[in-house]
């Protein structure tokens, strides 16, 4: 079937939804650990965090826009800092659950039975559950004026990875910890490794590396 953006516009909001956040494929399932100043925690789940650059390390996460009480984004701008913790095959259920409208005195991690852990000098929780992981200090928010939403971008201050999942020459390998991916909005996934290949160069196959 193809669609056109005047077919796209006329389908009801929720298959709108759904078919537009499948359209991206496969995203990353973390959790977003944050506190306000007066030590209430949050934890949220989001899969709109993207890599920007790794000197210096710094990563982007949109949040939706500013017109409702969003707990996750006011906690952000109070005290500067998250956590991001990827989700695994063993909480997956638990982390969808963290995106219901639970009041702002209720912490999510009581209501979903996760456990917080604190690490370092990020006020922020982490998840203890969370097999990689790392501590985010707020650099700079941008609004993004086509739809409202809003783009942090974070600079990573300390990382957590499980000792089975890293690598010699320093690849994350993620089906070791089964790490789970997320399409549209509620549709979960482990992932299955093709396989890792040689740097790519011109007229040169690439060679796949050992595992």
Same mark, same amino acid.
Request: aromatic share 8%; proline share 4%; charged share 20%.
């Given at each position: 079937?193809?669609?056109?953006?005047?077919?796209?516009?006329?389908?009801?909001?929720?298959?709108?939804?759904?078919?537009?956040?499948?359209?991206?494929?496969?995203?990353?399932?973390?959790?977003?650990?944050?506190?306000?100043?007066?030590?209430?925690?949050?934890?949220?789940?989001?899969?709109?965090?993207?890599?920007?650059?790794?000197?210096?390390?710094?990563?982007?996460?949109?949040?939706?826009?500013?017109?409702?009480?969003? !707990?996750?984004?006011? &906690?952000?701008? *109070? /005290?500067?800092?998250? $956590?991001?913790?990827?989700?695994? %095959?063993?909480?997956?259920?638990?982390?969808?659950?963290?995106?219901?409208?639970?009041?702002?005195?209720?912490?999510?991690?009581?209501?979903?039975?996760?456990?917080?852990?604190?690490?370092?000098?990020?006020?922020?929780?982490?998840?203890?559950?969370?097999?990689?992981?790392?501590?985010?200090?707020?650099?700079?928010?941008?609004?993004?004026?086509?739809?409202?939403?809003?783009?942090?971008?974070?600079?990573?201050?300390?990382?957590?990875?499980?000792?089975?999942?890293?690598?010699?020459?320093? !690849?994350?390998?993620? &089906?070791?910890? *089964? /790490?789970?991916?997320? $399409?549209?909005?509620?549709?979960? %996934?482990?992932?299955?490794?093709?396989?890792?290949?040689?740097?790519?160069?011109?007229?040169?196959?690439?060679?796949?590396?050992?595992?």
């Amino acid at each position: 079937m193809q669609f056109s953006k005047k077919d796209i516009d006329a389908m009801p909001s929720r298959y709108r939804a759904h078919f537009v956040n499948s359209l991206s494929g496969y995203k990353s399932a973390n959790l977003v650990g944050t506190t306000d100043t007066q030590g209430r925690h949050n934890l949220a789940i989001v899969s709109s965090v993207v890599h920007l650059g790794a000197h210096p390390p710094l990563i982007a996460m949109i949040m939706r826009p500013d017109v409702v009480e969003r !707990h996750t984004l006011a &906690n952000i701008r *109070e /005290t500067g800092w998250f $956590t991001l913790n990827q989700v695994n %095959h063993r909480f997956w259920q638990a982390a969808h659950q963290t995106s219901a409208k639970y009041d702002r005195c209720e912490s999510e991690f009581n209501a979903v039975g996760l456990e917080p852990e604190f690490i370092g000098e990020c006020p922020a929780p982490f998840v203890k559950e969370s097999l990689a992981k790392y501590a985010v200090k707020l650099v700079r928010e941008q609004v993004i004026e086509e739809n409202g939403t809003i783009l942090l971008v974070g600079a990573i201050e300390h990382g957590v990875v499980c000792d089975e999942a890293l690598c010699s020459d320093g !690849h994350i390998d993620l &089906n070791a910890i *089964e /790490t789970v991916a997320v $399409t549209g909005l509620d549709g979960y %996934h482990l992932g299955s490794r093709l396989g890792r290949l040689s740097y790519a160069q011109p007229n040169t196959w690439p060679t796949k590396l050992d595992e």
